[in-house]
């Protein structure tokens, strides 16, 4: 018989409390993986940083005076923008050619004599407010029609309301001074010129900015380093053409090559295509967008570009983005005419060198 103390039990009872004490740590082991596996927050993915973008959109000549100024006075203000909602289109700023002075001439929107003069009443300058426009450029060849008086009464009523515009100055000083506009932490200088004006007098290149190269060639060096874009708005060419002047051509590869990101031509009232260089776009002509000028098939067509800007860290890309088809009159339209679409949009690829086919509306 063996005894309750035999070396047997003894090694017996090692064995079985060893096995006993392997199970709880084990069992401990498995509840805190359990406890650590409950407890812990699985991190989420990096939001991917996209940056700030903005939405830069442009149209073409806007003119208040003649007819259109009639159609104000006798209407109303918002007569002009009454059947194109440009807030449909999405864009942070909006820019277009202002082709009008805004004054007071006591009801005359137009020279009785001279057709090629005239101005908007200052009825308009409500209109201006109402379009969704939010940018205009003020140096064209109308800018001096009644005068350094009503270029004056311009600045001043825009200025009055808010309205930003670029090209035009009272202080001959700030003439060639680019207007700068931060939206969304990208920064633009917009620069406007024209390259006649119809009543010239002595002195007034003082107060409407032309594209004098060496003043230019300053003042984009200048704000270069210290904008993300610089946008030139240009007025000046031959009207009524099928393809830009070579004065034009010139004049926007010398904007290209010396730090300007995007080109917008005005003053021929017909459209012309798109073109790239590098990283920057040339938009040679982008005909009208509110005028009366029936004459002609293509000063009644035109298009809307938007470009968007992204940024990143510190470099922006300027992209294409949309092209809005128009049909210009005293209340310009959207163009949906199929045949007339059609035909927008194979003149403007016959004078672009990148392929727009996709970014119509």
């Not at 633009?188 to 900015?209: C, E, H, K, L, P």
Request: proline fraction near 4%; charged fraction near 20%.
């Amino acid at each position: 018989m063996i005894g309750t103390n035999t070396p047997l039990n003894n090694t017996l009872t090692k064995a079985i409390f060893a096995v006993f004490a392997v199970t709880l740590l084990i069992i401990a082991e498995l509840l805190l993986l359990f406890f650590e596996r409950i407890h812990t927050v699985t991190p989420l993915p990096m939001e991917k940083n996209i940056g700030h973008t903005v939405q830069f959109l442009a149209f073409g000549d806007v003119n208040l005076g003649r007819t259109v100024g009639q159609k104000i006075l006798k209407i109303s203000a918002s007569y002009p923008f009454e059947k194109y909602d440009v807030k449909q289109d999405s864009a942070d700023i909006v820019f277009a050619n202002l082709e009008s002075q805004v004054s007071d001439q006591h009801g005359e929107t137009g020279h009785p004599k001279y057709n090629l003069i005239f101005t908007a009443p200052p009825e308009a300058i409500t209109a201006l407010k109402m379009s969704g426009i939010n940018l205009f450029s003020t140096a064209n060849n109308h800018a001096f029609d009644y005068g350094i008086a009503a270029l004056k009464e311009t600045i001043d009523r825009l200025q009055q309301a808010n309205i930003r515009f670029v090209g035009t100055s009272k202080e001959s000083a700030n003439t060639f001074n680019p207007l700068i506009i931060e939206k969304n932490s990208i920064k633009f200088a917009i620069f406007s010129v024209t390259s006649f004006v119809n009543i010239t007098v002595n002195g007034w290149q003082r107060y409407i900015a032309t594209p004098d190269t060496a003043q230019l060639a300053k003042k984009i060096r200048m704000v270069r380093d210290s904008v993300d874009v610089v946008v030139m708005s240009y007025h000046g060419g031959i009207e009524y053409t099928d393809e830009p002047a070579k004065k034009v051509r010139d004049f926007a590869d010398w904007c290209v090559n010396n730090g300007v990101d995007i080109f917008l031509g005005h003053h021929p009232h017909v459209p012309f295509g798109i073109e790239k260089k590098g990283k920057s776009f040339i938009v040679h002509s982008l005909g009208n967008f509110i005028f009366y000028q029936p004459q002609h098939y293509w000063t009644q067509r035109s298009y809307g570009v938007k470009f968007l800007i992204e940024k990143n860290d510190t470099a922006a890309t300027v992209m294409l983005s949309q092209l809005y088809p128009v049909n210009v009159s005293m209340q310009t339209k959207r163009l949906t005419d199929s045949l007339e679409y059609s035909k927008l949009i194979r003149r403007t690829q016959q004078l672009s060198n990148i392929d727009l086919s996709h970014y119509w509306n």
